[in-house]
Nanobody
Framework: QVQLVESGGGLVQAGGSLRLSCAAS????????MIWYRQAPGKQRDLVAVITSGGSTTYVDSVKGRFTISRDNAKNTVYLQMNSLKPEDTAVYYC?????????WGQGTQVTVSS
């Protein structure tokens, strides 16, 4: 069984930076896409960034130029470097891995950006 553990969330002032990590453990044969989502209070969970097994990346427009997704396949880990943070980035951030066609979710990590 695959488990995802996230870390790196916290409280930061607007304009600051945070780096989220999400590491997989368990019986892992192959990980396809690695994805970051976020969910703000009272809103639906939205996709933030995706990185494929080949390293191709996709971002939601609101984070382009500020966030960078990357992965370390040897460590089964995905990262989200978040720069120039804004109060509207405040949310619970979730990672999700496509493992052999099945989505596995992390527990979420809170990111709060103060103005």
């Amino acid at each position: 069984q695959v488990q995802l553990v996230e870390s790196g969330g916290g409280l930061v002032q607007a304009g600051g930076s945070l780096r989220l990590s999400c590491a997989a453990s368990g019986s892992i044969f192959s990980i396809n896409a690695m994805i970051w989502y976020r969910q703000a209070p009272g809103k639906q969970r939205d996709l933030v960034a995706v990185i494929t097994s080949g390293g191709s990346t996709t971002y939601v427009d609101s984070v382009k130029g500020r966030f960078t997704i990357s992965r370390d396949n040897a460590k089964n880990t995905v990262y989200l470097q978040m720069n120039s943070l804004k109060p509207e980035d405040t949310a619970v951030y979730y990672c999700s891995f496509n493992v052999a066609g099945k989505l596995v979710w992390g527990q979420g990590t809170q990111v709060t950006v103060s103005s």
